[in-house]
């Protein structure tokens, strides 16, 4: 099951905590910080966080976003396992 949850950017605000979703398929939606005009979708695994970033990895490669550009967080349902 899918769901998603929005990542609130206010300055005064705690961060989002990523923890719930390390080590699973998820889809990043990340903008630009200042305009956020330019929105995408990144399909990755998110592996761990630090105060400012979110460590994910796309493939074989990992990668630093920071949370000030993560819109939100789809859980990507796991596939079901044929018996």
Excluded at 21 to 50: F, N
């Amino acid at each position: 099951m899918s769901h998603l949850v929005q990542n609130s950017t206010a300055p005064d605000e705690v961060p989002v905590a990523y923890s719930y979703w390390y080590d699973a398929p998820v889809v990043l939606r990340v903008a630009t910080p200042r305009t956020q005009k330019l929105q995408t979708e990144l399909h990755c695994m998110i592996t761990g966080e630090s105060d400012a970033t979110v460590h994910i990895r796309i493939g074989q490669r990992g990668k630093n976003i920071r949370k000030t550009m993560i819109l939100a967080v789809e859980e990507i349902a796991a596939p079901r396992r044929l018996q």
